[in-house]
């Protein structure tokens, strides 16, 4: 792949904080996190196992 082309995923993740008006990256507090209900962490649970399985089937699709 030609590093001009090269999927940058910082830069992304950036423009989508831009987009939404994210400007203290309260993602990255760790207090934040700490707060969170049992609730909460099997909802972020649920949500990553969704990223990851769609991740994994279009890179599948990518290598056929």
């Known amino acids: 792949m030609d590093k001009s082309n090269e ?3 910082i830069k992304e993740v950036n423009k989508l904080m831009d987009q939404y008006g994210i400007e203290d ?3 990255f507090d760790l207090e ?3 707060s969170m ?3 909460q962490i ?3 649970e649920s949500y990553f196992q969704y990223l990851v399985k769609k ?3 279009l890179e ?3 290598n056929k």
């Open 7 to 9: 999927f940058d995923s």
């Open 25 to 27: 990256a309260a993602f």
């Open 32 to 34: 934040k996190w700490k």
């Open 37 to 39: 209900s049992p609730e």
């Open 42 to 44: 099997r909802e972020l």
């Open 55 to 57: 991740s994994k089937k």
């Open 60 to 62: 599948e699709k990518e």
